[in-house]
């Protein structure tokens, strides 16, 4: 099964399932953007990006989709692991400021 | 290093203190950038150097929050007067030229103003 919506503070999976994480950002002038994944203790680490001329990238069981008409990113994971749980943070980059704009973080818990 | 090293990993410091955090960045990697990460919240940008210089400074809180990068790679961040509501993650990442540069975080200093 799936579990897609809004975006949620926390999301609880089964291990195997599909996951969403669903992020909506601020700035309709950024043209990049960023999913990282944040385990309890260490930094965010980069998971897959995609630039605003794409609505769509996919990667080794994650794919990202963007739509920049409601501005809203999603990250989708298949057969989630439970070394998938962690908080997963959105992120915007635009014009020629390096700075990343953090959106706010989902848990993701996967249940064996 | 392979990647970002942060020191220290923790620091407490008293209320008034002086603190100075570390960053080692990548080699070559001429983007710095300092976050702060309170908890259940995400990184909140801070300063961002290219080389040298810095940037964008918009995210500094106050003018008790300095950064400096003076041979452009190593950066200190230092804090002054600390307050209690400084405490936090700090973070730093850093990233090759270029607008789509993956940005790679180190571990983080936690610090604590008690």
């Known amino acids: 099964g799936e579990s897609v919506g809004l975006h949620l503070p926390t999301l609880s999976v089964q291990e195997g399932d599909n996951s969403i994480i669903n992020c909506a950002y601020s700035?309709?002038?950024?043209?990049?953007f960023i999913w990282y994944k944040q385990e309890s203790g260490k930094g965010p680490q980069f998971i897959i990006d995609?630039?605003?001329?794409?609505d769509k990238r996919q990667g080794q069981r994650v794919t990202v989709l963007l739509n920049k008409t409601v501005k809203h990113l999603s990250l989708q994971i298949a057969a989630t692991q439970p070394g998938d749980s962690a908080v997963y943070f959105c992120?915007?980059?635009?014009?020629?400021?390096?700075?990343?704009?953090f959106g706010q973080g989902t848990t993701l818990q996967v249940k064996p | 290093g392979a990647g970002v090293s942060q020191t220290p990993s923790n620091k407490v410091t008293e209320k008034g203190k002086y603190v100075e955090l570390r960053c080692d960045p990548i080699?070559?990697?001429?983007?710095l950038y300092w976050y702060r990460q309170s908890l259940g919240q995400g990184p909140e940008f801070l300063i961002y150097?290219?080389?040298?210089?810095?940037?964008?400074d918009s995210g500094l809180p106050n003018d008790r929050f300095f950064a400096v990068r003076p041979e452009g790679s190593v950066s200190t961040l230092k804090i002054q007067r600390t307050e209690r509501g400084d405490s936090a993650v700090y973070l730093c990442?850093?990233?090759?030229?270029?607008?789509?540069?993956?940005?790679?975080f180190g571990q983080g200093t936690r610090l604590t103003v008690v």
């Open positions: 990442a850093s990233s090759s030229p270029g607008q789509g540069s993956e940005a790679f």
């Open positions: 995609i630039r605003s001329n794409m």
């Open positions: 150097f290219q080389g040298t210089g810095a940037a964008d």
């Open positions: 992120a915007e980059k635009g014009g020629n400021t390096g700075k990343l704009i």
């Open positions: 700035n309709s002038a950024s043209d990049y």
């Open positions: 080699s070559g990697h001429t983007a």
